[in-house]
Each structure stands twice: as C-alpha cells, then as structure tokens.
C-alpha cells in the first residue's frame, strides 16, 4: 500500500496571514516529498477559508518545482465547474509543467455553498451527470479531434491544446460512494478515490466491497487502482491522542456546519460555534472520531493501516487538515514517516 498526502490552506481565523499558511502547506508538502510519500493531493474549493484552494493546479505546478519525486494530484477538481476543452487543456500543461507527474481526481463536488455561488439552481444529482459527461469528453480531448453533442457541452471537432506527456494522459480518479459512480469509474477505465465520513471502518469494509463489485461486473476492463481518503494523526502519547479527537471533532463540527449551509459566513469564515453547540452535536463526539478515524500512536496506526491493506487498498492518503497547529500536524506527519511508513516496506 503506498502513502500520499492530502492538504489544503487552512485559514481558521482572520488573523492569520495567508501567505505564512501557503508556505506552511508548501513546508509539509516538502516533508512528504522527502520522507518518500508517494503523492500529494489538493483540491478545489471557492469562497470558504475552511479550504483555500481556488485551481489545484497553480500549487501543484508550483510544487513541481519544490519537490522532487511525489506525484502531484488534485483531490479533486469539481466537474460542474469545469467546461471539457479548458479542464482537458489545463490539465494537459499542468501535466508538461509537473514534468509528466499529474494525476487528475475529478469529484462532483460536496458543498451546496458553491454551487449556489458558482453554479445557482445546479443540485448534487446534476452535478454528478455533469462528472459523468466530462470524464470520457476530457480523455477523448487529449486523444485528439474530439466532437461532441451532450446534455450539457455541445462543441466541434477539438483537440485538446497542449496535449499531456504521459501516454493516454494523466491517470484519472473518481471519487466514488454508491454503486453507480464507482460502476462508472471502472466502466471508463479510471482509478477510485473513496472517503468515509463518520461510521468508521464498517463504511471502509463496504465501500471496498461496492469497487470489487464494480470491478467484477466489468471484469473484462483493467483492475483500476483504490485509494482510502481519512483524517490521520499520529500520537506520542495518550494524551496526544485525546487532544487529537477533541481538535479533530471541531473540525469536523466546522465541516458539518459548512456542509449543511445553514450558518452565516462572513469574509469566508462561518459564524463560530459555541463550545455548547460543539457538545450537543448528535454524532460527532472525541470518542467517535479516535474511534472512525486513524488517530492513535504509532503502533495503534500501524494495525489500523494494516487492516486497510488487508481489505485491499492500494493508497491510503494521510488527510492532514484538521484546525491543528502547523507545528502538531508537522509533528505528526513526521511521525507517520519515520514510525508507521517503514512497516510497509
């Protein structure tokens, strides 16, 4: 099982300087690099501080030249947002900038939020048609002299410009959940990103069982890869642990709040909520988050991580936005290289 990294600029408080956070982010992405990740990730979001990340591809054609040798993936960019021709093109000079080291996630995307400001009326059912209608448009583009009549892009022969360097184009993810969109990333040749939200490793056990049924249904198609998306954090002591699931349960208080679009926003932060709010929350609790997500020592994370492999992930991708201090998400990613990687060699 191979191990990459998954961030974002977090921007928590109007204090904060949002050059200081980019480096930062640029400073863990070196880490990762150097301590033999596999790949970085980072995704596409608009107007939320939660996650600053307006085109994935200006920090991974950035990262490119900080970094020597980690894949460099969006995770993800929002199809709905995305006309075929530019996202074919971009992502084809992104792919020449990277020196041939892009791996292009695409999602339909998750916060109603944006799609009121970017696309008004759209729900997430037109969103994932849209996903559906650009994955193959996009690979057709980078073959070259491409026509097309659909539902929702209609153009003439085009091919994309540039073209990729990598034979066939950047390797494709789709991020997947029900059957149907895990289905139609194998039917089309692509990898699979999945991300439980909050049941834990029973959500992990079938989310692995919807991919074998995907691949088995076209088992006349390649075996396409599945990476496993979850908040990691990697303890020096028990204490460690419990200030880990109290921090990780804010964030993801924040994330419900952000998600439902209920809250007042204001300079791209939501209204704060209250410690009371935080501890009437229905499910998310500490003792649910060091339960359902990876948060333990080293030894602790290594036997979860094994369970993974066992289930038959081939990436696991070390989620490490979480409202944390540079210095502790530093602090536990360094741990996770220099404790938990060497297991799995």
């Not at 490119?64 to 969006?74: E, M, S």
């Not at 991300?195 to 989310?207: A, M």
């Not at 501890?279 to 649910?288: I, S």
Request: some cysteine.
């Amino acid at each position: 099982m191979k191990f990459s990294l998954f961030a974002h600029m977090e921007r928590i408080s109007p204090e904060q300087d949002q050059r200081q956070l980019y480096e930062e982010f640029i400073e863990l992405c070196r880490i990762a690099d150097e301590g033999g990740m596999h790949a970085i990730w980072t995704g596409e979001h608009h107007a939320m501080n939660f996650t600053i990340a307006p085109n994935p591809m200006l920090n991974l054609v950035d990262l490119a030249r900080r970094t020597n040798n980690v894949r460099l993936g969006t995770g993800t960019v929002i199809a709905p947002f995305w006309h075929p021709i530019r996202l074919a093109g971009e992502a084809a000079m992104t792919d020449i900038l990277t020196g041939g080291r892009l791996e292009l996630g695409i999602a339909r995307g998750a916060y109603t939020f944006e799609y009121e400001r970017l696309m008004p009326g759209m729900d997430a059912w037109e969103a994932g048609q849209r996903m559906r209608e650009l994955v193959p448009a996009v690979k057709a583009l980078w073959k070259g002299d491409h026509a097309q009549e659909g539902e929702f892009h209609s153009f003439p022969k085009t091919t994309s410009s540039p073209q990729p360097v990598q034979p066939d184009g950047p390797p494709i993810w789709v991020a997947a959940r029900d059957p149907n969109s895990h289905e139609f990333a194998v039917s089309q040749g692509c990898n699979v990103q999945v991300t439980p939200l909050w049941r834990g490793d029973g959500e992990i056990t079938e989310l692995m069982d919807k991919f074998n049924e995907a691949c088995a249904k076209f088992a006349d198609r390649p075996r396409p890869r599945i990476m496993l998306l979850l908040h990691t954090y990697v303890a020096d002591s028990e204490a460690d642990v419990q200030r880990a699931a109290e921090e990780l349960n804010r964030f993801y208080c924040y994330f419900g709040a952000w998600f439902m679009n209920k809250r007042d926003t204001s300079q791209g932060l939501i209204a704060p909520l209250s410690d009371d709010e935080i501890a009437a929350h229905p499910f998310y609790t500490p003792d649910a988050m060091e339960r359902d997500l990876v948060i333990g020592q080293p030894d602790q994370v290594i036997e979860r991580l094994k369970g993974y492999e066992a289930l038959g992930y081939d990436e696991y991708a070390f989620w490490i936005d979480s409202g944390m201090s540079f210095e502790r998400k530093k602090a536990s990613l360094e741990r996770f290289i220099a404790e938990v990687m060497p297991a799995f060699r």
